[in-house]
């Protein structure tokens, strides 16, 4: 039932695992150059990322962006896209992009979506005409895209759905759609398609779906179907599970994590790869990132505040004028968040800069193998009180080796 | 610029020296061209124009995108700043720098920055002016604010060039003659005011230069003002600020020296040039950003391009492209071809349309930085025609070329907010987006306020005391409830 083992456009090039931990550093060679990992891409949902220009986001240090499917099935559409020459000529983007299925965008933003095994009807937010998408389309879709990541389409259901066999039917139709997916895509050789596993938090259906997607041998393998309001310990046992069966010389993705904790023991437990848009959504609604926790710039306290965003940040506001940077204060965000747009952009660059460098730093922390360390001072920094670290991230890094709460 | 008129001998002039050089001028009614200089500070040519800021950036333009934006000045408008004055000293003074306001709106050194006290265009303050005080609209409502407090908020400011304040009720359909001789008296008392202010400030301090207002009434009902400010005040001011350009004719030759800022709105291009034409030098053009709200990309060139056929003289180029229209959906182009603004190198048309239809951000910024392109190319060309001569003609050849007015707007701008729409607009705007519910309490408050019976229902004071508990004073005067809208978390979609 295996299929033939199918080309790859990516080059996965390990350089440094934890030795406590099952965290891993490498370099991502894609067809629009290298990206390092780990990695958090940034989400440009509609081939846009939230008001910053592609120079800005290229400044801010991102490589790799996301754009979605569904989004630009609908807008431009597929005529638009095939005229232009691909997502990346439409927005002018140089660098990586990877698109996911939009099947999750079916369940998400669809209630009235139905999942069958020919793929997922659902009505048209437009003029409300029954649509289908099927594995076959959504690869087609992302064929004319042309990102040079390329998600299968899955059945996603919440994670938190009791009904264990509508978890196994979609579970066990995910890696029949794999199948067409693979069947379906047309530039392997440039574009890599990744499977995702599913399974709700069952982990021996994760388990047996890991083996299935692992057999057709993707360039690629994401965990799919979390963060979706599941506990955060049934998250990390599922991420924990996965990574044991995956083969050490592919890249792992795991869809929709972004919060700094969330990314750091993620990585602790052998992921590589994750997208999520709370820090730019975040950013319009007033909030900055910093190591010690996001501060809503929009409380007044913070009108007088003539200090960076974050000090020591280097992005571009945060930078003094004398060092090349804006300069820009807590107190002048204040003065302009949700006033102008500029607000937004201002907090955009931060944030996005900050998921950025803190990949950095991991990466960095990985390869000179001292990540243990690193993984302490995060959390000694977001929280005052080690009383206050979050149960789920204390135990899932005593399961990798790490005691938070020792000195 | 050839025929530059020879410099004052510079090592004698103080540094913070403003200085404007007139290069051509054919006579009193006539355009001119000049060079706005201070030191440590971008060569301003005229006629050209500044950046009209809210809240410190023009609007859709990030800190660090304006350094990519040909913008050598900019215009800034106290009443962004003073939100919640008197109740708390706005942030903006607390700043213990030199250059603050400069500081806390990231602007670069080398740009020139213009501080007025109401934003172009000002939207009609209920709060009367009187005698001591005007009325300004912050994010927070209504204030008013007195000349004292203006000159020291300048020189905590320190911009390079303040305008001074104007006795003019925005607004008011007509204006009696005893307001207009108000207006004279009072703006005369202010712009003796600032300029004793500003002379008062040690030597050593910085210091600003000041732009005295011309107001929009008839010369005989200004003449007190405008005499003094010949007799005694023409040597401490460095530039005038006119509120209607049509009055330039009575402007007394003893100020033609300076440079005009022109305050006076002016509704798109043609209206622009007629200004020109008069010899305004300097100009903030509101225009711009409500095009770029409105999705259009300013597609024009002076001088105007060759007709091609000359017989089909009926069908005259629109001044704009509505990027909104489904028709850009597959356009590989840039927005104006051959435009070198940033938006058209780097992105083509189809994109632009689809930031539009999906209401993504990046497509104001990107329009906006193509707009004010178009018109830094429009000044470029403008001082060429008049260099060369030829101005005259080659309006007549725009207005040819061109249609009279900007294409209506079709599709929706972005969300705006209560102290940025002008009084036009407003009406547009309250059409658009009609009001659920009206605040019965609020608008009992509004004709308290409009002093008919400041005393008799003594229960409504108690309910604007209440209010100012919860940090809302001042709410009660803005129009259209748009604070509480303000007070909503923008855009919940991803």
Redesign the interface.
Known sequence: MVPVSMPSALTFELLGKCSVTKARAATLHLPHGPVPLPIFMP?A????????????LE?AGCRLCLNNTY?LGL???Q??LD??GGAHK???WPHNILTDSGGFQMVSLLKLAKVTEEGVKFLSPHDGTPMLLTPEHSISLQNSIGSDIIMQLDDVIATTSPDLARMREAMERSVRWLDRCIKAHKYPERQNLFCIIQGGLDLDLRKECTIEMVARDTPGIAIGGLSGGEAKDAYCTVVDTCTELLPEKKPRYVMGVGYPEDLVVSVALGADMFDC?WPT?TA??GNAITARGVLNIRN?GY??E?TPIEEGCQC??CRS?EDGG????R??I???A?????????LT?HNVHYQLNLMKRVREAIIEDRYPAFLKEFFSKLYDDKSKYPGWAVNALKGVGVDLLSD | MTNDASPPNLTQLPPEMLEFALLKTTGALAPRLGRLTLPGRKTILTPGFLGNT????V???????FRNASINGVYVALED?IEKHPETTP??F??D?PDSLR????LP?DTLLVLGARRQPPIPSPVANTNSEIGLLT?YGFRSISSEYYAAAVRKLQPDIVVGLADIPFGQETVGLKRKDKMSDRTEVWTRDIIAKRNGIEKGEPRYSIFAPILPIDQDLQSWYLEHLLDDMVDDISGVAIYDAYLLDDLPEALYHLPRLSLHIPAGPHELLRQISLGMDLFTIPFISNATDAGIALDFKFPAPQKLDSATSSSRQSLGVDMWLASH??S?TPLTSGCTC?ACT???T??I???L??K???????IQLHNHTILDSFFSGVRASIENGTFEQDVAAFEAFYEPSLPEKTGQG?RV?GYQHSGSEHKHMAKKNPKAFRNFEKEGVLQAMHGQQPNAKPEMRDVIDDEALV?LVGLENVEQGEEAE?LK???AK?
């Not at chain 1, 949902?45 to 800005?56: N, V, W």
């Not at chain 1, 949700?338 to 201002?346: C, F, I, N, P, Q």
């Not at chain 2, 809210?54 to 950036?57: C, E, Y």
């Not at chain 2, 993504?360 to 990107?366: A, D, H, P």
């Open positions: 989400v949902t509609q081939a846009s990322l939230k008001g910053l220009t592609p120079d800005q400044d989004h807008k431009p559409g005529a638009t005229a232009i439409f927005q002018s848009v959504r319009r609604f007044a009108s007088t003539f571009v506001c004028q804006l300069g820009i204060t107190a002048y204040y003065h302009v949700s006033k102008e747009t500029a607000g937004a952009h201002l660059i | 809210s809240r410190g950036a609007p859709h333009i990030s800190q660090d995108n700043y942030p903006v607390q700043i720098a500081r806390f709106i990231a050194t994010s959906a597959e590989a940033y780097k992105h083509h189809a994109y349309q689809h930031l239809s999906a993504e951000m990046l497509g104001w910024v990107l972005p907010r940090g303000k978390i923008e855009d991803s």
